[in-house]
């Protein structure tokens, strides 16, 4: 298999770097959070994304940094771009973005908290009343948790556990009249033992309160060090490299190594240490010495780390804060059918994540595992949920003796365990397991299930934009297709003949497939607009997609605009693209829309004068997905599904509420029609939906 040339930039072709572009869209996300037409609570969620997200870039977007400046200078000069400069740009902005972050906090957020009575309430603010009641809480359910450890001078190391946060504590004991020299100590904030980060308190008039239990502990220091009178505390929070290095052969054991790279990961060096730009020099000093941690690593945050944890912020019971429900929505054919699989001889079905129910891929493959017809089942599974249905229903049809084969993924990052688990239980059940291929990691969506009627083996499948994951398909906009179209599953059948025998020599006559022909196939029907736009002809591309890297990709979509090809981007994320630079990008336009729902769906739009193709993917067009990865782009055959997609994508075209330009700009300025695309795409979809019947789906 052929590694394709990941060529460099030349000054010819603008590009935005990569780790600015991603904290770009993480300020997108903090947008939402600032957004005072964002009900309250789901700010406080956005303001957890944003930390979870930043969490992540710094175990393996700034540690890789790390790592590259780490290396010898020879070798640092065949890189395209000074792995120093990068980082002390990146670590400006994400400063620049805290400090905004503590602002939105402090000035919005508390503030709005406190005008729907809800008091965040700190260690200094409690009545005594309160002081009563925390003094018992923490008694019962906070002390047996907790076990400090004194800093001494010995230089004793200090592992501190990756994401978890910490108090370091400076103390006095009395003596006489003064004090004794200070004193040192750092326990951790035992946050899952204790089942969260908040402790809600007696409500008292309509007044609710709630705290951190950092700020119980601290109320409470006096109780856990009794020797001592005066107390001064700070929290600490340390995030280690999460990239993976493994060595990806074919012979050896990949479990073993995904597993003991997973031990790696947390006891990997630090990638930053998070701290209250409040604490004393010396106490820090200390923390430091006993840690092993550098100055290198120190990143200021606040008083407060972890932010995700405010995933777990009470609602009070208050649901107008929260979004008004938008209730999922039946397929109106799909819903009318018994039989999925009957339902699929019949046409393509085409279902929309989440606003339709997740619920008939469920139904496709419970169907298939319990149906003595079906002889065969396999499946790729990336990413899928702690208690997957899916992966229960394959393991079903396994005991049911049939044929499973299942593609797991042992290197999607930060879901190897579970991987790992649902591995063995598909394993246990007599369902051939394959582990991936060597040096690619498989990202494709991909179902295939095999019925013997009437003697003949007819193949049903499902390609879809995102994964088999019922419980991300709630909040992640994706698309599903269910076929028996023979175009297609002939060469699904071929993607899975691909993961058996490992053969680069397949031929797709419908479907593209990374690392084989994607590349190759995308750049001829960008090739094939620039021949339309240079005789005249309408020539254009919308090409929505989670994030635009690839060079080569890019300079082509330059050529393009240079050509007269009208290009209309919409990238949810990372974008290196530069666009409206003149004689380079004047004819490409991008927006970013960042709203209630993950936009996570692939969809290529090819004008070809006035005939146009459709792809739908589950591949963005950066470098790992179109040469190192599997991933699959399926045409779209049936007109009225071509109808959805497009009038969907027109939708978010039109977006002038939540799009946003790549300086993260909102596009609705000047005459605003008010387009929510989101809400849009619900009211079109539930207006498909024939009088009669009842639109919402009741989930089981």
Request: aromatic fraction near 10%; glycine fraction near 4%.
């Amino acid at each position: 298999m052929e590694k394709e040339k990941e060529e460099q930039a030349t000054p010819d072709y603008p590009m935005i770097n990569r780790e600015l572009s991603w904290l770009a869209f993480n300020y997108r996300v903090l947008q939402e959070a600032k957004d005072k037409n964002v009900p309250l609570l789901e700010r406080i969620k956005f303001m957890a994304i944003f930390s979870a997200n930043l969490d992540e870039y710094f175990k393996v977007r700034v540690a890789t940094l790390k790592r590259l400046i780490k290396l010898k200078e020879k070798t640092r000069k065949k890189l395209n771009t000074d792995p120093s400069e990068i980082f002390d740009q990146v670590i400006s902005e994400v400063k620049r973005q805290q400090e905004e972050f503590g602002h939105v906090f402090r000035e919005g957020i508390l503030a709005d908290l406190r005008a729907h009575n809800i008091n965040l309430l700190t260690e200094h603010e409690l009545n005594p009343e309160q002081q009563e009641w925390v003094k018992s809480y923490f008694q019962e359910t906070v002390l047996p948790l907790l076990q400090p450890i004194i800093l001494d001078e010995t230089e004793t190391h200090l592992f501190l556990k990756d994401q978890t946060v910490y108090l370091g504590v400076k103390m006095w004991e009395p003596q006489g009249e003064g004090l004794k020299p200070e004193r040192y100590a750092m326990l951790e904030i035992p946050t899952k033992k204790h089942g969260g980060r908040f402790v809600k308190l007696p409500t008292v008039d309509e007044q609710r309160y709630v705290m951190f239990v950092d700020d119980v502990i601290r109320f409470c220091l006096p109780r856990i060090f009794d020797k001592y009178q005066q107390f001064d505390s700070h929290a600490v929070k340390v995030s280690r490299d999460a990239e993976l290095d493994i060595e990806e052969e074919v012979s050896g054991n990949l479990m073993a190594k995904i597993r003991k790279s997973l031990k790696k990961r947390e006891t990997g060096y630090p990638a930053r240490l998070l701290y209250d730009p409040e604490t004393p020099h010396d106490l820090l000093d200390m923390m430091m010495a006993h840690t092993g941690i550098t100055e290198d690593e120190l990143v200021e945050g606040s008083k407060y780390h972890n932010f995700r944890d405010f995933f777990q912020f009470p609602d009070f019971n208050l649901p107008n804060l929260k979004y008004t429900p938008q209730p999922t929505l039946v397929h109106p054919q799909l819903e009318q059918e018994p039989s999925m699989l009957a339902a699929m001889q019949k046409q393509d079905y085409l279902v929309h994540y989440p606003y339709q129910s997740f619920d008939y891929v469920l139904r496709l493959f419970n169907e298939a595992a319990e149906d003595p017809k079906v002889t065969s089942m396999s499946a790729t599974l990336y990413r899928v949920a702690d208690k997957s249905a899916i992966a229960k229903a394959l393991a079903k049809a396994a005991k049911n003796g049939k044929l499973v084969t299942v593609v797991v993924e042992l290197k999607a990052r930060f879901d190897e365990e579970s991987n790992i688990f649902w591995a063995g239980k598909l394993q246990k059940a007599g369902a051939n397991v394959i582990f991936g291929v060597p040096e690619l990691k498989v990202h494709s969506k991909l179902g295939l299930i095999t019925r013997n009627e009437g003697g003949k083996m007819i193949n049903y499948a499902y390609l879809s934009t995102g994964n088999y994951n019922e419980d991300t398909s709630t909040i992640y906009a994706d698309h599903g297709l269910f076929t028996a179209d023979k175009r297609l599953t002939k060469d699904v059948e071929q993607v899975f003949n691909f993961f058996i025998d490992r053969s680069p020599d397949k031929k797709f006559d419908h479907l593209l497939m990374a690392p084989l022909n994607m590349r190759e196939r995308f750049v001829k029907l960008i090739d094939r607009e620039i021949r339309h736009a240079k005789k005249g002809l309408p020539a254009r591309l919308i090409l929505k997609m989670n994030a635009l890297q690839d060079e080569r990709m890019i300079k082509k979509l330059y050529t393009a605009s240079q050509a007269g090809v009208k290009v209309n981007l919409l990238v949810r994320g990372i974008c290196c693209l530069m666009p409206g630079v003149e004689g380079v990008s004047e004819n490409i336009e991008v927006r970013s829309i960042v709203d209630r729902y993950l936009e996570h769906a692939r969809v290529y739009i090819f004008h070809n004068n006035g005939n146009e193709e459709y792809y739908v993917a589950s591949a963005d067009w950066m470098t790992r997905n179109l040469n190192r990865r599997v991933e699959v782009a399926f045409p779209l055959l049936q007109p009225h599904l071509v109808k959805q997609v497009r009038d969907i994508i027109d939708l978010q075209l039109a977006d002038d509420i939540k799009a946003r330009t790549v300086d993260n700009s909102y596009l609705g300025q000047g005459d605003q029609t008010n387009m929510r695309s989101q809400y849009a795409t619900y009211d079109y979809l539930r207006d498909l939906i024939p009088e009669g019947m009842n639109p919402i789906r009741e989930e089981e």
